[in-house]
């Protein structure tokens, strides 16, 4: 081959220099370890300035490809390429085959618009303004959805499910449904591998199950309480309407894929569904944004916190340090603050909670961040509420001389403890429903 060497796809117009074609075929030989290619037929031009290859290829798909996970089917593969020769080397080929032709033979077509290179063409949203991921971002916010749990079996038997409000209905006859999964999922490996899925309407009253599939923990199903379908996929009990689907198709885009399947099996009862907006559920007028704030130490240590911290010499760690890591989990669809100041009140918070007139406040400690952070928010117009038996001082004295103050401050500053906010979150929801 010519130094120069450039090879284009036919199909996706995209360009490799000599480089990374042989890290293409590493990768296209890691994924089909006994791929087999014969030239069926070689033309070279009178004047040997150009050729044409016909070839065909088979070979099991047994490792990863482009982040599509092996399904072990053996692929047979044709292609065509029109070679421009120069002293006898190739320096430009017109390929008719890639890694998506290569996909695609095996049953997993791409998406063609989702590996397009980026547009060059600006597009905007209003005159004179290029469009920003947020627009698109805002606009997502403005559909309301309702939640599913997309459930499967591992290879192991294990049940494995996630969050999703990608669902869609595709058509009645046939009974074809969508969902659009993340490739970084945890469960992505096992639903690709799948021959069925499930698919649970969250309800009303399935917040925590939400809040469980939404998060990337072990385990999931030891929080709920489900049962098989026919086709041995997992249904979550008290769900509003639970669905069980053969997978037809696994679309590829570049972060997602889009998993068309075929309805086999339907159970629906008369709960409410869960109804999603914007990052919130609306589920009886509950706050749902939740905010998890972190103090992280400055290494500036400017002014006084040096005096601060050579006080609390033990709190010197790194901002990278996992002493900082929150020990619980936090839900995808959280916040979380991370600032090197007691107050966590700033443009940040204040950008969160736009829209909030109440705001809940627990944590620690109650004479130091807690105090500091309700300060800001009342300040900023905010009514707010602290759950006292959540939140812990330095010493109990401290802790007990903290909520004193924030009394005075009623009526901006409420306070409650965890049982009765239970109670008065119960009425809301029974007077709601
Ligand atoms: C309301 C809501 C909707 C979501 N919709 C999707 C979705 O459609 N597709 C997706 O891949 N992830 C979606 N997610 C995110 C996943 O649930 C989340 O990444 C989860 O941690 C994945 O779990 P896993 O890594 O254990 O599979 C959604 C999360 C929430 C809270």
Not at 140 to 160: E, L, M, Y
Not at 183 to 209: C, E, M, P
Not at 256 to 280: L, W
Not at 285 to 300: A, I, M, N
Request: charged letters at 20%.
């Amino acid at each position: 081959m010519h130094p120069t060497y450039v090879r284009q796809s036919a199909r996706s117009q995209r360009t490799s220099g000599l480089e990374q074609y042989k890290q293409e075929i590493l990768e296209v030989r890691a994924a089909f370890p006994d791929l087999l290619t014969i030239v069926d037929k070689l033309i070279v031009s009178a004047d040997g300035a150009s050729a044409a290859v016909f070839w065909h290829s088979s070979g099991s798909f047994l490792g990863e490809l482009q982040n599509v996970p092996a399904t072990g089917r053996r692929v047979e593969t044709r292609g065509s390429n029109l070679l421009t020769l120069k002293d006898g080397l190739i320096t430009h080929e017109s390929v008719t085959w890639d890694h998506a032709e290569l996909l695609a033979d095996l049953g997993i077509p791409s998406l063609k618009s989702a590996f397009e290179p980026d547009s060059e063409k600006v597009v905007v949203d209003v005159p004179g303004a290029t469009l920003h991921p947020d627009s698109i971002k805002g606009f997502n916010r403005q559909f309301v959805t309702g939640v599913t749990v997309v459930t499967t079996i591992d290879s192991r038997g294990n049940p494995r499910g996630l969050a999703a409000n990608s669902y869609a209905s595709v058509s009645l006859e046939p009974p074809l449904v969508l969902v659009c999964v993340q490739k970084t999922a945890g469960t992505y490996g096992a639903l690709f591998s799948s021959t069925h899925l499930g698919i649970n309407i969250v309800s009303n009253a399935q917040r925590d199950v939400v809040s469980a599939f939404a998060a990337k923990i072990p385990d999931k199903f030891a929080h709920v309480k489900w049962h098989v379908g026919p086709d041995g996929s997992p249904l979550i009990d008290g769900s509003a309407a639970s669905i069980e689907a053969e997978i037809k198709e696994r679309f590829q885009a570049r972060t997602h894929t889009v998993f068309v399947a075929r309805v086999t099996h339907a159970e629906v009862s008369d709960v409410d569904p869960m109804v999603y907006k914007a990052g919130r559920f609306h589920d009886g007028g509950e706050p749902s944004t939740v905010v998890w704030t972190r103090f992280v130490r400055d290494p500036q240590e400017l002014g006084g916190w040096r005096e601060y911290y050579d006080r609390w010499n033990k709190c010197r760690s790194a901002p990278e340090s996992t002493d900082w890591d929150l020990t619980l989990p936090i839900r995808a669809e959280d916040h979380l603050l991370s600032l090197p100041t007691f107050s966590k009140w700033g443009a940040e918070l204040a950008a969160i909670t736009a829209g909030e007139d109440h705001i809940i406040v627990c944590g620690v400690a109650t004479d130091c961040c807690v105090l500091s952070t309700v300060f800001g928010a009342i300040d900023a117009g905010k009514s707010v509420t602290v759950v006292t038996d959540a939140c812990a001082g330095v010493t109990d004295e401290a802790h007990q001389q903290a909520i004193s103050l924030l009394d005075l401050l009623s009526p901006m500053v409420t306070l409650a403890t965890t049982d009765e906010m239970i109670t008065q979150s119960m009425q809301r929801t029974t007077a709601s429903s």
